[in-house]
């Protein structure tokens, strides 16, 4: 059974840094799509940030430069290190997988590619 755990949330100030983490289970992330998505009140869920099983990777433009995502195959744990936060980076992040999802960027950064996602956690940034 496929299950997505996301931990690492918090509250932090402007230009501040967060960890969040996926523990996955059920399947192994290395051979799936993994995605960052958010979701801010009121707000459509967005993508994120993306890596592909073939390693590649896909960043929203308003995060490229600040956030990184990374994946540890032993742990079978998707990352997603935003450094320089800001107040619009405000939402709750959901971590997403897919074994086959359209293969194109404007699909790979839409959350109706996604079949499996966890709880999310609550990243609020704020002075």
């Given at each position: 059974?496929?299950?997505?755990?996301?931990?690492?949330?918090?509250?932090?100030?402007?230009?501040?840094?967060?960890?969040?983490?996926?523990?996955?289970?059920?399947?192994?992330?290395?051979?799936?799509?993994?995605?960052?998505?958010?979701?801010?009140?009121?707000?459509?869920?967005?993508?994120?940030?993306?890596?592909?099983?073939?390693?590649?990777?896909?960043?929203?433009d308003d995060v490229k430069g600040r956030f990184t995502i990374s994946q540890d195959n032993?742990?079978?744990?998707?990352?997603?290190?935003?450094?320089?936060?800001?107040?619009?980076?405000?939402?709750?992040?959901?971590?997403?997988a897919d074994p086959a999802p359209p293969r194109s960027e404007w699909w790979l950064m839409?959350?109706?590619?996604?079949?499996?996602?966890?709880?999310?956690?609550?990243?609020?940034?704020?002075?």
């Open positions: 059974q496929v299950h997505l755990a996301e931990s690492g949330g918090g509250s932090v100030q402007p230009g501040g840094s967060l960890r969040l983490s996926c523990a996955a289970s059920g399947f192994n992330v290395s051979g799936y799509c993994m995605a960052w998505f958010r979701q801010a009140p009121g707000k459509e869920r967005e993508g994120v940030a993306i890596i592909d099983s073939d390693s590649s990777i896909y960043y929203a032993d742990k079978n744990t998707l990352y997603l290190q935003m450094n320089s936060l800001r107040p619009e980076d405000t939402a709750m992040y959901y971590c997403s839409n959350r109706l590619a996604y079949t499996y996602w966890g709880q999310g956690t609550q990243v609020t940034v704020s002075s």
